[in-house]
């Protein structure tokens, strides 16, 4: 079983940073992936970056390309969302999540934090 906790969401003005915690409570050897999703009042609930937890290989939505960087650190079983030059557009709660190697097997999530950016 897989637990993910997410910290480090806040207020931010724009054009600050802020980068999100997801602490990994399991094996990480079991998953194949890591990602951030946020969702924002009234819209569907979108990804914004993952990682392959074996290749390191990143992809990231349009909306963050060169904003955000995603980062995992193995020893502290750990996956980070930096995030700069944040827009009032980027206010929404970001989950973690975490896809299984295993076939079946459904995705784990975070509780969600909350990125507020506004002045």
């Known amino acids: 079983q897989v637990q993910l906790v997410e910290s480090g969401g806040g207020l931010v003005q724009p054009g600050g940073s802020l980068t999100l915690s997801c602490v990994v409570s399991?094996?990480?050897?079991?998953?194949?992936?890591m990602g951030w999703y946020r969702q924002a009042p009234g819209k569907q609930r979108e990804l914004v970056a993952e990682?392959?937890?074996?290749?390191?290989?990143?992809d990231y939505a349009d909306s963050g390309l060169g904003r955000f960087t995603i980062s995992k650190d193995d020893a502290k079983n750990a996956v980070y969302l930096q995030m700069n030059s944040l827009k009032p557009e980027d206010t929404a709660v970001y989950y973690c999540n975490a896809v299984p190697r295993t076939l079946g097997v459904d995705d784990y999530w975070g509780q969600g934090t909350q990125v507020t950016v506004s002045s």
């Open positions: 990682i392959r937890m074996m290749t390191g290989i990143k």
């Open positions: 399991g094996r990480m050897s079991s998953l194949f992936s």
